[in-house]
């Protein structure tokens, strides 16, 4: 059975603000509706790797579920960078950028995304990894790239689909999509289960 059909008589909704993740849903051919979750990402000092995008998913997955009916189903995601053992979230400022570009230049590190999938009575978590390696980065690539694209919303500081990708990034090891912001292979697999 495709997933198309398989959903036919559900509502899925998307609980994310992404534009990126907004278009990897449509692309894979699902009809959704947006859902605002207004939720501090925050999390315990003592998570390491995987587990921090699985509770910020599974915190926004809780968010949204007292809002959903019978034939409704939430996804939420989050997406962390993971380098040198710590997690690099979404930049406060250019200098933040400067320094986590800088931490990942000449280095390989990974991307977590974790997606939980909802329903009234039902949350089912999973999450993806993808190693990604930098070339070393310039002082004057790094500049550029944070002045022309702003990369004050994405984990890491870096935008793999963005001109940093483009001549950064030297080899990917796992789901691109991934990086991108939802692992959209594994989405499909863990809906036509769920």
Request: net charge negative.
């Amino acid at each position: 059975m495709l997933l198309h059909q398989k959903l036919k008589h559900i509502k899925v909704i998307l609980g994310s603000k992404s534009p990126r993740r907004q278009a990897l849903l449509k692309d894979l051919g699902i009809n959704f509706t947006i859902m605002q979750l207004d939720v501090d990402e925050i999390f315990p000092e003592v998570l390491k790797r995987e587990a921090i995008p699985l509770y910020l998913s599974k915190l926004k997955a809780s968010a949204g579920q007292s809002q959903l009916s019978e034939n409704e189903l939430l996804i939420t995601a989050d997406t962390i960078v993971w380098a040198n053992n710590s997690a690099l979230n979404k930049p406060a400022d250019q200098q933040e950028a400067k320094n986590m570009l800088n931490k990942l230049s000449g280095k390989t590190h990974e991307v977590i995304t974790a997606v939980s999938l909802v329903k009234q009575h039902k949350i089912h978590s999973f999450y993806s990894v993808t190693e990604v390696t930098f070339k070393s980065l310039s002082e004057e690539e790094i500049d550029y790239y944070i002045s022309e694209y702003k990369p004050f919303d994405k984990a890491g500081a870096y935008g793999i689909q963005e001109w940093i990708g483009y001549v950064g990034v030297e080899t990917i090891n796992g789901s691109y999509f991934n990086v991108v912001g939802l692992p959209v292979n594994d989405l499909y697999k863990e809906l036509l289960a769920f």
